[in-house]
């Protein structure tokens, strides 16, 4: 009847503590099980049941085992002595656990955190033979307590998932959202059960709660599994129970349409307006996550950024070098300069700058070289933590890293250590430059001359890179102004090359739309004229160069211009 009587409880309870020693197995599980069941809970009760129960627990069978833990984990009642001989009970008789009782056991022990990996491998082994007898909530709680417990049984996740798929329709949204979710914790992909739980969820989307809704997409996007429709629902669905989403919820939605690319701006908007009354509640991966999803998609929403700021000011050392590194690359993608922020995630960023990784400081110094942010003490900090691991950095990651120094033109000893180290790294490993972007190649040549190191032989690497790809490259106007800067006083077969494929490609390659494109113009002018390839240069390349240039006069700053007008000139005199 679930009558709930809690003076009846607490009698009981004073009544049964003085005879527990009489109470055999079955009446100590039925007494813990039903106070559970009330949500009535009572230490001192729950303590000597413990107590009175290990002595003779080699009586108990295996309900009563499961209903012995289930209880005290419904009431988080922990009692570790307790769960250690449960487990040591169980396992000999692991073969006579019903679907139910495994389900129950295992789910207990990783509701209270009580780690037991000789158990979880026999619930493993004994469910696989009678998993067509395990219901959608038993076979969602399994997979989620080994899921939580970090515990991957490989086989045991495939036979659920197969299981699971015929009768995916009695899952409701909870298990539908527990699944995947439980699925991309353990990095176990199952494309077809994923298919699945999409076409299931789509109909009953509007019986998903918040934190369902963002437990799925997110499991989605962990596994990178596109299903365009189930984002769209979600969003639809999302949307009319936006002020139901507490924090995690809202960052997690986001951050999962972000990392798989799917654009939905109505919800970004909601979203953000949901999150600036409660910003103060976001912990400080949850604020990362969020401005990061927003920049990632290129989606304005400078109030939600200025109050980010003012939520992360106050707890930022409470972020971790992921976050950091995250927040200030969202803020400088998205041009959103905020002095105050960059300042505090610069000091908090120096005293944990050795935890950072090769991306996270590359990213870091990049977001406050483009947002023009000086900040020498961290630029020192994060050059003496890059020497010693600079063999991880990828290419985009040095030429951030270098491009990042050379911008803001630091030159203290450790900066200035960092030239040679990305030098002797790529002469050691060259094959670091064929995994380059184009932007890469032409990004590290400039950030070395713009820093005034000159190093001849990593020029030539990077030439030789660039002549391999010949035809293929796709540089856009800036990188092959760049790439002309660098290599316009370097003589050799290389550079020669060089400029031959700029010459052939730089015209069609010419980004109109871009507002920078006179000064791209005038750099590979002032690269020609400055250097030692003015004599390659085709009679009608200067001349077209010239009557792009005139086409964007109106937005030319006067340098450009006057680069411009004086090579024209000599190409006139020539």
């Not at 009981?12 to 039903?34: D, E």
């Not at 069978?61 to 307790?82: C, Y």
């Not at 986001?254 to 103060?280: R, S, T």
């Not at 033109?409 to 200035?416: A, F, K």
Request: proline content about 4%; overall charge negative; hydrophobic content about 45%.
């Amino acid at each position: 009847m679930d009558h709930h009587y809690p003076k009846l409880f607490d009698e009981v309870a004073k009544a049964a503590i003085p005879i527990i020693g009489t109470f055999n197995s079955q009446s100590l599980a039925n007494t813990v099980n039903a106070f559970a069941k009330m949500d009535h809970l009572h230490p001192m009760l729950f303590d000597e049941v413990a107590k009175a129960a290990i002595p003779i627990i080699g009586t108990f069978n295996s309900q009563e085992l499961a209903n012995t833990v289930n209880a005290f984990a419904k009431m988080d009642h922990h009692h570790p002595m307790l769960f250690d001989e449960v487990a040591k009970t169980a396992i000999p008789i692991i073969g006579t656990f019903n679907s139910q009782e495994l389900a129950k056991t295992v789910n207990a022990f990783a509701k209270m955190d009580h780690h037991h990996p000789m158990l979880f491998d026999e619930v493993a082994k004994a469910a696989l033979p009678i998993i067509d007898t395990f219901n959608s909530q038993g076979l969602a709680n399994t997979v989620n307590a080994f899921a939580k417990m970090g515990h991957h049984h490989p086989m045991l996740f495939d036979e659920v998932a197969k299981t699971a798929i015929p009768i995916i329709g009695t899952f409701n949204s909870q298990s539908l959202a527990n699944a995947v979710n439980v699925f991309a914790k353990m990095d176990h992909h199952h494309p077809m059960l994923f298919d699945e739980v999409a076409k299931a969820a789509i109909p009953i989307i509007d019986t998903f709660e918040s934190q369902n809704l963002a437990k799925t997409v997110n499991a989605f996007a962990k596994m990178h599994h596109q299903h365009p429709k189930l984002f769209n629902d979600v969003a639809t669905a999302a949307i009319a129970i936006i002020g139901t989403f507490n924090s995690q919820s809202l960052a997690n939605a986001v951050n999962a349409f972000a990392k798989m690319d799917h654009q939905h701006p109505k919800l970004f908007d909601e979203v953000a307006k949901a999150a600036i009354p409660i910003i103060g509640t976001f912990n400080s991966q949850e604020l990362a996550n969020t401005v990061n999803a927003f920049a990632k998609m290129d989606h304005h929403y400078p109030m939600l950024f200025d109050e980010v700021a003012k939520a992360a000011i106050p707890i930022i050392d409470t972020f971790n070098s992921q976050d950091v590194a995250n927040t200030v690359n969202a803020f400088a993608k998205m041009d959103d300069h905020h002095p105050m922020l960059f300042d505090e995630v610069a000091k908090a960023s120096i005293p944990i700058i050795d935890t950072f990784n090769s991306q996270g400081l590359a990213n870091t110094v990049n977001a406050f070289a483009k947002m023009d942010h000086h900040h020498p003490m961290l630029f020192d900090e994060v050059a003496r933590a890059a020497i010693p691991i600079i063999g991880t950095f990828n290419s985009q990651n040095l030429a951030n890293l270098v491009s990042a120094i050379a911008r803001t033109r630091q030159g203290s000893e450790s900066c200035r250590a960092v030239y040679s180290a990305i030098a002797d790294m790529i002469k050691a490993n060259y094959h670091c430059l064929k995994e380059a972007s184009d932007i890469d190649l032409s990004a590290i040549a400039y950030a070395f001359l713009k820093g005034g190191h000159v190093d001849d032989e990593l020029l030539e690497l990077i030439g030789i890179e660039v002549s391999r790809r010949g035809a293929e490259l796709s540089f856009g106007t800036q990188a092959w102004g760049h790439l002309a800067a660098a290599f316009k006083n370097y003589q050799s077969p290389v550079a020669d090359k060089v400029f031959e494929l700029l010459f052939c490609s730089f015209l069609e390659q010419v980004d109109k739309s871009d507002e920078r494109v006179l000064e791209n113009i005038a750099d590979v002018y002032n690269a020609i004229l400055a250097g030692e390839h003015f004599n390659d240069v085709p009679s009608d390349f200067l001349t077209k160069l010239t009557k792009l240039a005139m086409e964007y006069s109106s937005r030319a700053r006067m340098e450009d211009v006057r680069d411009i007008l004086v090579g024209a000139t000599r190409e006139d005199i020539r």
